[in-house]
C-alpha cells in the first residue's frame, strides 16, 4: 500500500469511478480538479487547483507517492483550449513530480493516439502513432513527455491507451473498445502494486471479443479483464443499423471531424 495517491481531473467521470470504488492500494487518495469536489471523505484530501497553474500544482503534488493523472479536456476541442489543459497542465504536473520525487504516474492517454488506423488492424504498443485530433495530438504530447521524463530522470509512467470507460458500451464502436468501470480500476490497482514498470504503453479495454488491441507485452502485471461488450451487442445492433462517421477508423467520428476553432 502507498501513502498518498493523488487523482487529478476527479471530479470527472473516470474520477467518479476512482472516488466510489478504488479502495485498498493508497492509504490516502488526494483529489483534486479545476471544479470544487468538497466536502472530502474518509481517508480523502480535496485541493482545487488548475493544471494550468505551475505554483498551485507544484503544491498540489508536494507529499504524493503516485500519481493518477485524469485531469484534462476530454473530448476534441480548440488548440488554445488543450493548450492550457492537456499540454501545459501535463508538463506542469511533470515537472512537479520530478521535483517531489515522485514514483509513478498512471497517464490516462487516448486510443485517439492511434485513430486513424484502420478498423481492419490489430495493434500493440510498438504501433506507429496516428493520432486522429488536435485532442489525441496533446496525448501524444503526454506519452512522449513521459517517456522523456523516465529517460532522464527515472520518473515511470504507464500510458493508458484507454478506450471508451463508461458505464455500458453505447455504440457499435464500443464493441470494440470498452473498458468497463470495474476492469479500470482493477488495472489502476494492478499499476499502483506492481514492483517496477518502466515506461509503459497499455491499452485499457476490456476482454470485447472483436477488440483491435493487444497488452500481451504487459503480462507481468497480471491484469485480466474479466467483462465483455457481448451482453450489449443485440441491443446496440439492432439499435444502429447504418455504419456511423468514421466508423472505418478505430478512432471513429474523432477521425472525420474538422479543426475546431479554425482561423
Ligand atoms: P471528464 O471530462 O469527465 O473529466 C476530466 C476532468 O478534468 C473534469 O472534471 C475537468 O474539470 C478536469 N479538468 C479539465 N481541465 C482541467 C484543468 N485545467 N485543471 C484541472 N482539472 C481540469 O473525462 P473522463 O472521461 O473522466 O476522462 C478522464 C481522463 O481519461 C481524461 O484525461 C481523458 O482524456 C482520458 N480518457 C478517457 C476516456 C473515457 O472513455 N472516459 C477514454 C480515453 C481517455
Ligand atoms: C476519449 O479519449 C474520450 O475522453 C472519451 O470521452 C471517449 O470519446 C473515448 O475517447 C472514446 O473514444 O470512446
Same mark, same amino acid.
Given at each position: 500500500?502507498?501513502?498518498?495517491?493523488?487523482?487529478?481531473? $476527479?471530479?470527472?467521470?473516470?474520477?467518479?469511478?476512482?472516488?466510489e470504488r478504488l479502495?485498498?492500494?493508497?492509504?490516502?487518495?488526494?483529489?483534486?480538479?479545476?471544479?470544487?469536489?468538497?466536502?472530502?471523505?474518509?481517508?480523502?484530501?480535496?485541493?482545487?487547483?488548475?493544471?494550468?497553474?505551475?505554483?498551485?500544482?507544484?503544491?498540489?503534488?508536494?507529499?504524493?507517492?503516485?500519481?493518477?493523472?485524469?485531469?484534462?479536456?476530454?473530448v476534441e476541442a480548440?488548440?488554445?483550449?488543450?493548450?492550457?489543459?492537456?499540454?501545459?497542465?501535463?508538463?506542469?504536473?511533470?515537472?512537479?513530480? /520530478?521535483? $517531489?520525487?515522485?514514483?509513478?504516474?498512471?497517464?490516462? @492517454?487516448?486510443?485517439?493516439?492511434?485513430?486513424?488506423?484502420?478498423?481492419?488492424?490489430?495493434?500493440?504498443?510498438?504501433?506507429? /502513432?496516428?493520432?486522429?485530433?488536435? =485532442?489525441?495530438?496533446?496525448?501524444?504530447?503526454?506519452?512522449?513527455? $513521459?517517456?522523456? =521524463?523516465?529517460?532522464?530522470?527515472?520518473?515511470?509512467?504507464?500510458?493508458?491507451?484507454?478506450? @471508451?470507460?463508461?458505464?455500458?458500451?453505447?455504440?457499435? /464502436?464500443?464493441?470494440?473498445? &470498452?473498458?468497463?468501470?470495474?476492469?479500470?480500476? #482493477?488495472?489502476?490497482?494492478?499499476?499502483?502494486?506492481?514492483?517496477?514498470?518502466?515506461?509503459?504503453?497499455?491499452?485499457?479495454? #476490456?476482454?470485447? /471479443?472483436?477488440? &483491435? &488491441? #493487444?497488452?500481451?507485452?504487459?503480462?507481468?502485471?497480471? &491484469?485480466?479483464?474479466?467483462?465483455? @461488450?457481448?451482453? =450489449?451487442?443485440?441491443?446496440?445492433?439492432?439499435?444502429?443499423?447504418?455504419?456511423?462517421?468514421?466508423?472505418?477508423?478505430?478512432?471513429?467520428?474523432?477521425?472525420?471531424?474538422?479543426?475546431?476553432?479554425?482561423?
Amino acid at each position: 500500500m502507498i501513502k498518498r495517491l493523488l487523482v487529478t481531473g $476527479a471530479g470527472g467521470g473516470l474520477g467518479r469511478y476512482v472516488r466510489e470504488r478504488l479502495k485498498g492500494p493508497a492509504e490516502i487518495l488526494r483529489l483534486s480538479d479545476v471544479a470544487d469536489l468538497s466536502p472530502a471523505g474518509p481517508g480523502e484530501e480535496v485541493m482545487r487547483c488548475d493544471l494550468a497553474d505551475r505554483t498551485a500544482v507544484d503544491e498540489l503534488v508536494r507529499d504524493c507517492d503516485m500519481i493518477l493523472h485524469l485531469g484534462a479536456i476530454s473530448v476534441e476541442a480548440n488548440f488554445d483550449a488543450l493548450l492550457q489543459a492537456n499540454f501545459l497542465g501535463t508538463y506542469n504536473l511533470y515537472e512537479a513530480a /520530478r521535483k $517531489a520525487g515522485v514514483r509513478r504516474i498512471l497517464f490516462a @492517454s487516448s486510443n485517439h493516439v492511434i485513430g486513424f488506423h484502420p478498423v481492419e488492424e490489430r495493434l500493440d504498443d510498438t504501433a506507429a /502513432r496516428r493520432p486522429d485530433s488536435l =485532442y489525441g495530438v496533446s496525448k501524444c504530447f503526454g506519452e512522449d513527455l $513521459a517517456r522523456l =521524463y523516465f529517460d532522464k530522470f527515472g520518473l515511470e509512467t504507464a500510458c493508458l491507451r484507454i478506450g @471508451s470507460c463508461f458505464d455500458e458500451p453505447k455504440d457499435r /464502436r464500443m464493441l470494440s473498445t &470498452w473498458l468497463s468501470p470495474g476492469d479500470f480500476i #482493477s488495472l489502476i490497482t494492478k499499476l499502483i502494486a506492481a514492483p517496477a514498470i518502466g515506461h509503459l504503453v497499455l491499452y485499457g479495454v #476490456s476482454a470485447n /471479443r472483436d477488440a &483491435w &488491441w #493487444s497488452n500481451a507485452h504487459a503480462d507481468f502485471l497480471g &491484469w485480466q479483464p474479466q467483462d465483455t @461488450s457481448e451482453p =450489449y451487442r443485440e441491443t446496440i445492433e439492432r439499435r444502429e443499423e447504418e455504419p456511423a462517421a468514421g466508423s472505418d477508423y478505430q478512432g471513429g467520428r474523432f477521425a472525420t471531424m474538422g479543426i475546431l476553432g479554425e482561423r
